[in-house]
């Protein structure tokens, strides 16, 4: 990712922030030469230098197959149009352009794969509280049948990723980024 030096954001706990709040990242990896990208709801963990990020995938889907890769998780925060201002434009005499603002975080790493029931459990649990939590009628893992969640587990893979780089781009105000 372009970054000019004035949109560069370097306050790790910021990024960290928006991936919490912006769980739905991107995973780029490489199919056969090719870059493919898969949306996914990401938890993050503070451990090790840079932290890990969690998520699960179905067993269906091949991303998890190709674990090894170096691979790219992005994050988008608040984003939006902005036109030129017009005190500006007059000021300027015309010499001013829209742009888009936004905030973006972009974290790099090697992908890694889990597929122990106990930890995918634990994964799921968190994952489900956290966006549950909100809700005016909950959901817990522990309202569908035992037997249910043994086989959607099955049906599921973890993936985690040991961020090795992170990198933060905060380009104008982001409307609702404050």
Known sequence: MYIAARHAQHDVQAMHALIAAHALGTLVTLDEGLPDADHLPFEFIEAGEHGLLRAHVARANPVWRRAGQRV?????????????????KVEREGRVVPTWDYHAVHVHGVLRVIEEPAWLLALVRRQTEHHEAAQPHPWSVDDAPPSYIEGMLKAIVGIEIAVERIEGKWKGSAPGAR
């Open 72 to 88: 790219l998780v992005a994050f988008r925060g608040p984003a939006g149009y902005e036109p030129p201002d017009p005190v500006e």
